[in-house]
């Protein structure tokens, strides 16, 4: 089975089947000489499994589409903590059926030679929830190895989780490589959230109704309401906050799309304004700070692929009054476009470029290999 036409791990793993294998550290003596490396993936990125161990995300049978599962989170929340749900994250995801996720960059940092830590989250969560324990698991690696600092790589909606902590925690950090992060925002997701995509052959497992319960991914929304990412079918563009409860009814998008008669509930609406809260807060940490010692940073971001940028309200292909196709593209890596994956302004970094699909992007191990060496790792 083909991929679609965007297929990104940070926005939709298509597949038939999920194989994944625990990873362990080689028995061999590990390299002490080269700093600790950490790995943090994207949105969507790991497997996701019950108190019992049981996979919920994403089985073979639930990838045919045989079999379904409840990722919904509770609408419930305490304070500014949303409800758990009981999954937990337990390892990055390896391999989709025959389509490799991050399996070849797992299996070369795996056998490097120095000592390797990748960290698995729910993507689901509050990202804010996610940097906490990311600080946390950094923590960890260092005390267990002497003190020193981390080389991080970090993916996608992982590079912004990391930046955050990098702004709080520098100390933890030797260099980073941040590899198709969406700095400057995306409006990639709207997608999933208002049309849906598949999963496989699974059409209901992430479907607009329990991506609209997960706090992530309203923090890859742009922040500045003049720059929202939508147009009329004339091209004028649409002001359009995305933190804001009204203006995501207003549009008639995601859920208010497709509430049905009994339309949005007042549980719903009052779930979205903490989530576009948190997400408005989190997407305000990942700006520069002038007294932050950032340390040798690398971006690698793809400028050989078009890359959606903009929504056309009504226009010729309106899925539920929206048209996700026949806008202009600018180049990128079919998720994130390139001007958009640096960091923000102000902090240095060095640029290397690949035509790889955003997915995909760590799995030139090679060139991945060559930047970490630069960066001292």
């Known amino acids: 089975m083909s991929l679609n036409r965007r297929s990104f791990l940070g926005a939709g793993v298509n597949a038939a089947a999920l194989m994944f294998k625990e990873r362990q550290q080689p028995s061999f003596s590990a390299d002490h000489s080269l700093p600790p490396l950490a790995f943090i993936h994207g949105i969507k990125g790991s497997v996701l499994s019950d108190a019992q161990g049981a996979v919920r995300w994403l089985n073979v049978w639930q990838g045919l589409g045989l ?39 797992l299996d070369w940092a795996s056998a490097s030679g120095r000592v390797f830590r990748p960290f698995a989250y729910d993507w689901r969560r509050d990202n804010q929830e ?9 923590e960890k690696v260092s005390a267990e190895n002497g003190g020193v600092r981390v080389q991080v790589a ?11 902590v990098l702004n709080r925690r520098p100390d933890l950090f030797h260099s980073v490589l941040f590899a198709g992060v969406p700095f400057g ?42 720059e929202s990412g939508l147009a009329d079918v004339h091209g004028n563009r649409i002001v359009h906050d995305w933190f804001s409860v009204d203006d ?18 007042a549980e719903q609406r009052e779930h979205l304004r903490k989530a576009v809260d948190r997400a408005r807060h989190f997407r ?10 950032y340390p040798p940073i690398a971006v690698l971001a793809s400028d050989a692929r078009p890359t959606l940028l903009t929504v056309i309200r ?51 191990t090679r060139q991945v290999g060559a930047i970490l060496a630069r960066l001292g790792g």
């Open 67 to 105: 079999a379904s599962t409840d990722l919904r989170l509770p609408l419930q929340w305490h304070g500014e903590v949303q409800e758990r749900d009981g999954l937990i994250a337990t390892a990055p995801l390896s391999a989709v059926a025959w389509h490799e996720v991050y399996a070849p960059f």
């Open 130 to 138: 996610n940097a906490d324990e990311f600080v946390k698991f950094l």
């Open 154 to 164: 970090a993916h996608s909606m992982g590079g912004l989780i990391a930046f955050v």
């Open 185 to 226: 925002s995306s409006i990639s997701f709207l997608e999933d959230m208002h049309s849906g995509t598949s999963n496989g052959f699974n059409k209901r497992i992430l479907n607009p109704q329990v991506l609209f319960t997960f706090v992530s991914p309203y923090s890859l929304f742009p922040a500045d309401p003049k």
């Open 248 to 265: 995501w009814a207003r549009q008639k998008l995601g859920i208010f799309a497709i509430s049905g008669s009994g339309g949005v509930t």
């Open 284 to 293: 305000s940490s990942l700006a520069y700070k002038e007294s932050v010692p």
């Open 314 to 364: 009504n226009g010729p292909r309106s899925v539920r009054g929206w048209d996700f196709v026949t806008a202009p593209k600018k180049p990128g890596d079919e998720r994130v476009d390139f001007e958009r994956a640096m960091t923000p302004a102000g902090v240095p970094h060095s640029v290397f470029k690949s035509s790889r699909a955003h997915e995909d992007l760590l799995n030139d």
